[in-house]
């Protein structure tokens, strides 16, 4: 999940449904919104498909009792945030930044059926009701599951008393297909997201376990005091980015991509970078607008990114496209990029799913606990012809190797020619007190 992302478009929806919930006197001239928009072509009024059964969102905390059996553990939170019940053998990790309260909580590798239940917290500094929830929930997958959106159909439901969307990766393989179910909760100025992931060959043996630890979720009456409300950066024009090697294409949903590859002109490096598209017709008219984060939260220096932006609805009058970026100018604390090799690139070079395996090497000094990684396939031109992302959080010691795939789930306009991965890593973070 790309945090800075999901945080912009957080903000944004927040801003939003505040503005709409608050009464306002006669229409004043007011200076354009400096905070940035969902990820929309306007003037479609929402960028992607939204599932159509919505139900009345109750949003309170679980009402079932967990099967203890099943659960027979209690973890709480060493801040004392939230307490849940686990599985014996079950791994915590704190993934928590400034920003927001995130905890992974594994299964153990020996364990027959897979499984993983994360416990995301984020402070939005408004209060909450339950009918945010909708948009919050979408704006949350969006930032979730980014180029995968608009290729998955989720499933809105109230499951356990809160409201949830579950979806599955559009791979058709059982074994590889990815299910996630999110359960969304707002109490005061905080919106919760509990995420149960295993995949759909597992996910029957699995689901009284997660259900059990959604059900044992408890969080601290005072939670909302010891959450920072942390604001997204302001934007900051940079010039010094550009696109090159641009293409573009129309899948047959009717959603456009277009692809380049962003380098600075300068040698500084960059966070929170986020490219404005406009779509312009022959005489250079805007027709429409997006924003786009980069597939990483950051852009360092010297290297050249892969960008891929979706617009799920252009208007067919578009001839032509710009962007522009904003963001900060910041020193990422990763190091890289790694040296990797692929072991599998997926034949023929033109595919529906296209499978990249690849062994990372950490060639530093220093044991990361985080590997990102974003992987592009190029044509004879050295123009990206697909782009995904995959961040693990498995620790790798100096010199050792670490094995990353990527599934490639759209298809690709041209014969591949090449493919490249661009890999960093981020040091392991000592254990909270």
Known sequence: MNRSALWTVLAVVLAWLMAACTPTPSPTPTPSPTSRPLPTATPT?????????????????????????LVPETYTHPDGLFSLRLPVGWLAQDLSDEREVLVRFDSPATALHSARFLVNIINTGAPLAADHLPALADAYLQAFLQTLYPLVEPTITTHNGLYTVEVASP????????????????????????????????WEAVEPVLDSIAASFRLSPDAAAHVPAAAP??????ATLTVTRTTTYTAPTGTLYLLGV?????????ADVLAHVRLRDAEGAV??????????PFLPAAAEMPLEVLVPSPPPE?????????????????????????????????????????????????????????GALYDAEGRPLAVETLTTHEAVPPGD?????????????????????????????????
């Open 262 to 270: 962003v380098q600075a002109t300068d040698d500084r490096a960059y």
């Open 287 to 296: 027709l429409a607008e997006t924003e786009w984060p980069l597939p990483l």
């Open 318 to 374: 578009w001839t032509t496209w710009d962007v522009t970026f904003t963001g900060r100018a910041a020193e990422p604390a990763v190091q890289g990029p790694l040296p990797y090799t692929i072991t599998v690139a997926q034949e023929p070079p033109t595919f529906g799913a296209y499978a990249v395996q690849a062994e990372v090497r950490n060639a530093t000094a220093t044991p990361l606990g985080t590997l990102w990684v974003v």
């Open 171 to 202: 791979v058709p393989d059982p074994q590889q297909q990815a299910r996630l179910r999110l359960l969304f909760d707002v109490q005061g100025p905080l919106l919760v997201v509990l995420v149960q992931e295993s995949t759909s060959v597992h």
């Open 233 to 238: 950066s302001e934007d900051t024009a940079l």
């Open 401 to 433: 190797i670490a094995t990353v795939q990527l599934l490639f789930a759209a298809k690709a306009p041209a014969p591949v020619a090449d493919v490249r991965l661009l890999v960093f890593g981020e040091a392991t973070q000592p254990e909270k007190r």
């Open 45 to 69: 009024a929402s960028p992607f498909p939204l599932p159509t059964a919505t139900p009345s969102p109750t949003p309170r905390a679980p009402t079932p009792t967990p099967n203890v059996q």
